[in-house]
């Protein structure tokens, strides 16, 4: 059995790395390709009874010249940078994969929209889970607005990862300079209130239908961003039966076989503000007794063979 590990240009390559020996340990062969780098062929008529007049491709995918059609399942790490063109491509590459057969983890639209701070916050909504207030606008003065409601505020990009790019503020002035420069590049404006917690936050990492394990995200002195690759520090956490159950309904919520799930503790409750359909583990996996990876492969392995 053939598993692909698809991995980018910029992103981390130690998960990359766990997956891949995950698979070899199992006795299956990885096959490592980036997105960018495949081409799609379609119109391939040997599929429809052509019989001697038949004509098409013989391979659907290939990477640096190598068929991918064999693949059994194929493990999306990253969609890579790219250009609106380019993303509609990977994505749709990638459901193209889904209807030949391949088992992609994290599904195509469910790796899409959890991508997507806006669309992942309207999924959870939508499932009755508590989120933070948010405003997503295009209006520089519609953000402002918002501000103004909010007043202390997280403006966050669409689209990241790893606290990059995040600001709090409770100051309008530092939020309209901020707002102003992403405006100006037409990035789309993101504004979310600040929710008050501990110096920490919980992430939950959902494997199915199963909590598999879980840890307190400390920040580091003076920084109220509780991201591991922000220095914050992993504690092991032993997560109570109603957060758990939050953290499942989220990932499923969104269609995805696997999940980092943030969660706050809030003086109003549980608060989830990010499903994450690529996580990285290495924090974690410093508190988990047992190889995350491995947990990670078994599971798609079982579901292949279902």
């Known amino acids: 059995m053939k598993i692909g590990v698809i991995y980018g240009r910029l992103t981390s390559i130690w998960p990359t790395k766990m997956l891949t020996k995950s698979i070899a340990k199992t006795g299956h062969t990885p096959v490592l390709f980036s997105l960018h780098q495949v081409t799609a062929r379609i119109g391939n008529q040997r599929n429809r009874g052509a019989g001697d007049n038949e004509v098409g491709y013989s391979t659907k995918f290939s990477f640096r010249g190598k068929s991918l059609d064999d693949l059994s399942a194929a493990m999306v790490r990253t969609l890579t940078y790219g250009t609106l063109d380019q993303i509609t491509y990977r994505v749709s590459l990638l459901e193209h994969m889904e209807k030949h057969g391949i088992l992609v983890v994290n599904p195509a639209y469910s790796f899409r929209r959890a991508r997507d701070k806006y669309a992942t916050l309207f999924y959870l909504e939508n499932q009755g889970i508590s989120i933070p207030r948010t405003v997503v606008t295009e209006s520089f003065r519609q953000a402002l607005n918002a501000v103004k409601s909010l007043g202390d505020v997280v403006i966050k990009p ?10 709090h503020t409770n100051d309008f002035d530092v939020a ?3 707002l102003k420069a992403a ?9 979310q209130e600040y929710v008050p917690k501990p110096d920490r936050d919980i992430r939950a990492f959902v494997i199915g239908d199963e909590v598999v394990s879980a840890m307190y995200r400390i920040a580091s002195p003076g920084s109220w961003k509780t991201n591991v690759a922000q220095s914050a520090k992993p504690v092991k956490c032993e997560l109570p039966r109603e957060m758990e159950d939050q953290a499942i309904r989220a990932s499923k919520s969104l269609g995805l076989e696997y999940s980092g799930v943030d969660i706050m503790e809030s003086e109003r409750g549980p608060v989830i503000t990010e499903v994450n359909a690529a996580p990285t583990w290495h924090g974690l996996q410093t508190v988990t007794t047992f190889d995350i990876a491995d947990r990670i492969i078994r599971y798609v392995i079982d579901k292949i063979k279902r």
């Open 158 to 167: 669409l689209v990241g990862a790893r606290g990059e790019g995040s600001i």
């Open 176 to 178: 309209y300079r901020v």
């Open 183 to 191: 405006y100006s590049v037409r990035q789309v404006l993101y504004i």
